[in-house]
């Protein structure tokens, strides 16, 4: 998943169970597929994610893995901090755009060429 900055998550992320929730949601995941994966229930979840109770040191770094932040981002909010998946319609976007830029650096490559050439060929003229 891509990351950025941290930045003011409009109060969603002031908290270890918000900040769960936040790049949880980031992942695209439900709680119950979480749970799933980390091998636990998902009340144990809803209880993290509501502040009722705090995963142990060992799950903290196991739920930051599956989650793709740092266990230091999760416990304090301080780093870097997931941003939401891209949509289908993004990625074609982006997809599009390093098709267009690598055909205008493939272009500008073959100018640099011929400028090199006639480049030569003058100082060539001259000696």
């Not at 998943?1 to 949880?24: C, N, P, Q, W």
């Not at 705090?54 to 739920?63: A, D, F, K, Y």
């Not at 755009?97 to 100082?123: C, F, G, N, P, W």
């Amino acid at each position: 998943m891509f990351l950025t900055e941290d930045k003011d998550h409009s109060g969603s992320a002031d908290t270890l169970g918000g900040r769960i929730v936040y790049a949880r949601e980031a992942q695209e995941l439900t709680t119950s597929q979480l749970a799933r994966r980390l091998g636990i229930k998902t009340e144990t979840l809803h209880d993290w994610e509501t502040d009722r109770s705090e995963p142990r040191s060992n799950r903290l770094l196991t739920l930051a893995g599956v989650l793709n932040v740092s266990p230091t981002w999760l416990l304090t909010g301080a780093g870097e901090a997931p941003i939401d998946a891209l949509t289908e319609t993004e990625m074609m976007h982006i997809r599009d755009s390093i098709v267009r830029m690598r055909e205008q650096v493939m272009t500008v490559a073959d100018e640099l060429e011929q400028l090199q050439k006639r480049l030569d060929s003058y100082e060539s003229y001259r000696d």
